[in-house]
């Protein structure tokens, strides 16, 4: 999933974004992974001043593997 910032933050923010917390998320700003925090049980991520796109994925190594062991 990809979020445009746009105009950009002028200041340190974080975007909160409603979706279910698994430690499998991981988040870039502007092609960086700037270390995401949990805080209510969704990603949210500090922005730095100026971020113009974040870029979130999910990855499960567990469901990989499970699906490796199904084939």
């Known amino acids: 999933m990809t979020i445009s910032l746009d105009p950009p933050?002028?200041?340190s923010s974080y975007?909160?974004?409603s979706e279910n917390w698994y430690l499998d998320w991981r988040?870039?700003?502007d092609g960086?992974?700037?270390g995401a925090?949990?805080?209510s049980c969704a990603p949210d991520d500090?922005?730095?001043p100026g971020a113009r796109?974040?870029?979130l994925s999910?990855?499960?190594q567990a469901i990989a593997r499970g699906i490796a062991i199904g084939s």
């Open 27 to 29: 988040v870039n700003v």
């Open 9 to 11: 933050p002028r200041d």
């Open 46 to 48: 500090p922005v730095a």
């Open 37 to 39: 925090a949990r805080r």
């Open 53 to 55: 796109q974040l870029e």
């Open 58 to 60: 999910y990855h499960s």
């Open 15 to 17: 975007v909160l974004i």
């Open 32 to 34: 960086r992974p700037p």
